[in-house]
């Protein structure tokens, strides 16, 4: 890749942000279609976020991703949020337009691709997700629109409450999970939570009480804990690969107004992995 004085950035914000596989997904991108682009990850700590997203305007940034843990804090410091993002409460996507930086959100219709893209239909399914954050709002907006059910169980009460009266505004079908357990009962399972990123991570429920022909998806990128155990059983075991790769695209067509090479990127993110 070359970088002139007329290459426009990109990047990632994260703390941390030392496993993103991002940068080879979408600089292999650019490299193909021959844009003067370039995408970068920015170790951002929390304290300093509202100094990073300011730079982005001061340094002219074409846009960046956002993750973990900034998703939800990071809007009050945009000039404007997407509608779809605002109900969301997270934003994943910048784009700087003249200085106006307004976010976005792509992890929830990255979820979806990915879940189409793995032949699951989610049409009057009964679905649970296990988190209550800025990736369980996206993927549960969009879930809530089409599953049967959709229930929610987090860690933090209130918080897993909070979610769950959100989400029920889109059409009156969410409920709150008190009991862990209960992913016996679910045709779908959603791990929304970071539990699995490191190697040592508990998994976020025993998988003894899954059973054979449930669907088991993570939203971390490769086979965690959780999905191997998944495996196992008899489930269906989907990794966030794909979610990552969708939404992925997604941004890169919000930044660049272009289409992206989506098997160029898929191969990009399948030899990270391997490195």
Not at 160 to 184: C, F
Not at 186 to 196: D, E, R, Y
């Amino acid at each position: 890749m070359r970088i002139s004085g007329r290459t426009k950035i990109t990047g990632i914000f994260g703390y941390p942000v030392e496993h993103t596989l991002s940068p080879g997904m979408h600089n292999a991108a650019f490299e193909k279609i021959g844009l003067d682009y370039c995408y970068l990850p920015f170790l951002v700590r929390p304290d300093y976020l509202e100094d990073a997203v300011k730079s982005i305007r001061a340094l002219n940034f074409s846009g960046v991703n956002i993750t973990i843990p900034h998703k939800e804090k990071v809007m009050v410091f945009l000039d404007e949020v997407d509608e779809e993002a605002a109900f969301i409460g997270a934003v994943n996507t910048v784009v700087n337009s003249g200085g106006i930086l307004k976010g976005y959100n792509t992890d929830g219709r990255g979820f979806m691709r990915s879940l189409s893209e793995n032949g699951v239909e989610v049409k009057n399914k009964d679905v649970a997700i296990i988190g209550a954050g800025g990736a369980a709002r996206a993927i549960g907006y969009y879930l809530s629109r089409d599953a049967g059910t959709l229930s929610v169980y987090g860690r933090t009460k209130e918080r897993a409450e909070t979610l769950v009266r959100d989400l029920d505004k889109v059409k009156g079908n969410v409920a709150l999970m008190r009991d862990i357990l209960e992913v016996q009962k679910f045709h779908i399972i959603v791990n929304a939570t970071p539990l699995g990123l490191k190697e040592n991570d508990p998994l976020p429920f025993d998988p003894e009480v899954l059973k054979p022909g449930q669907i088991v998806c993570d939203i971390i990128y490769k086979k965690t804990g959780l999905l191997h155990e998944a495996s196992k059983k008899g489930c269906v075991a989907i990794d966030g690969l794909g979610m990552l790769l969708w939404q992925g695209v997604l941004s890169f067509e919000l930044w660049t107004r272009e289409k992206p090479p989506v098997e160029v990127m898929r191969n990009a993110l399948k030899a990270a992995i391997k490195e």
